[in-house]
């Protein structure tokens, strides 16, 4: 694929390779790696605007953020209230952030059961008030979402349209409808169709799990730039791969630093955990590492963690095995 600038609103990204917000990972620490490896824009873990309302010191540290996650940074929001997204787009919460981001892809059943979500994609009126609500806060606003709710009865080029109409300054499409969660081969005609109705960036987004399947999802749905998700967690250098950033440092010298960065913006407990989830995922498909993954989680220091690390990613390093 072709990488190069996208231009959000009045805003530049670096460039067209995004990265998705991903709950219980997306934090500050990987929003800086994926930065580093040539990332366009990271999204902020998924936050309720609902939650931000009440000042709720967990969802707050969900925003936790600094110069080093990017020249651009977005917010997602999650919310079905007009009124409370518009507090809280402007409120000094978010006042650090460039980009505003509503969720209306969610597929997961209590935050579809709740109005949210992908559930926001039934309810046209709603979302286009979603949007016009966040467009009074003066950033730019973008929009996530699915091409429908059912795989029989798709309808993303429409919701598209909709939300240019109401003033959202770039739109990602999941290839796949709520009811196909996250299996299945994505419908990318529907994110092509969706491309051809609209003058806003759209953005591809499901099933891109190498450099070639960028290069296919660029060609079959003509979108300006893709969304990588749950592979780059398992593969972060599938950005760097990409874009060309120069990135030189190894898995291992790559998770330590990720384990002091979180150390340093959060306590031991949730470094610890957010380390145990990466490293897990990098663990995938490295022969000869299974044996270490439920020390891994039983892991209470940071000293036994650094030793695994050293364990499970130096040693296929050494031999080849590693990224």
Not at 14 to 29: E, F, I, K
Request: charged share 25%; proline share 3%; net charge positive.
């Amino acid at each position: 694929m072709e990488i190069k600038k996208l231009r959000v609103g009045s805003l530049l990204l670096p460039s067209n390779v995004l990265m998705a917000p991903l709950a219980g990972y997306t934090c500050l620490p990987f929003r800086v790696l994926v930065y580093q490896l040539g990332a366009g824009l990271s999204f902020t873990e998924m936050a309720s605007a609902n939650a931000l309302k009440y000042k709720d010191r967990a969802t707050e540290q969900l925003l936790l953020s600094n110069s080093r996650c990017g020249d651009v940074q977005a917010a997602q929001l999650l919310g079905g209230n007009p009124s409370i997204i518009e507090k809280v787009a402007g409120s000094k919460a978010l006042e650090k952030f460039d980009i505003i981001d509503l969720n209306m892809g969610c597929p997961v059943p209590n935050v579809f059961k709740s109005g949210e979500g992908c559930a926001l994609m039934l309810d046209l009126p709603r979302a286009a008030a979603l949007i016009r609500a966040a467009k009074k806060s003066g950033k730019a606003v973008s929009v996530k979402c699915r091409t429908g709710i059912q795989e029989n009865h798709m309808f993303a080029a429409e919701f598209a349209r909709m939300c240019e109409d109401a003033g959202a300054d770039i739109i990602t499409i999941h290839g796949r409808s709520r009811s196909m969660m996250y299996d299945g081969i994505p419908h990318y005609e529907e994110i092509a169709q969706a491309k051809a109705a609209v003058s806003i960036p759209v953005i591809a987004n499901g099933g891109i799990n190498s450099v070639a399947d960028a290069d296919r999802v660029m060609e079959l749905t003509g979108a300006d730039g893709i969304m990588l998700g749950r592979y780059a967690l398992e593969n972060p250098f599938i950005i760097r791969d990409l874009t060309g950033k120069q990135y030189e440092k190894s898995f291992y010298i790559t998770m330590i630093e990720q384990l002091e960065l979180a150390l340093k913006y959060y306590d031991e407990t949730f470094a610890l955990r957010y380390i145990q989830r990466i490293a897990s995922n990098g663990m995938k498909k490295r022969k000869g590492t299974k044996k270490y993954k439920e020390q891994l989680y039983r892991a209470g220091s940071t000293e036994e963690i650094k030793e695994l690390l050293g364990l499970i990613f130096l040693e296929k390093e050494a031999t080849g095995d590693g990224r």
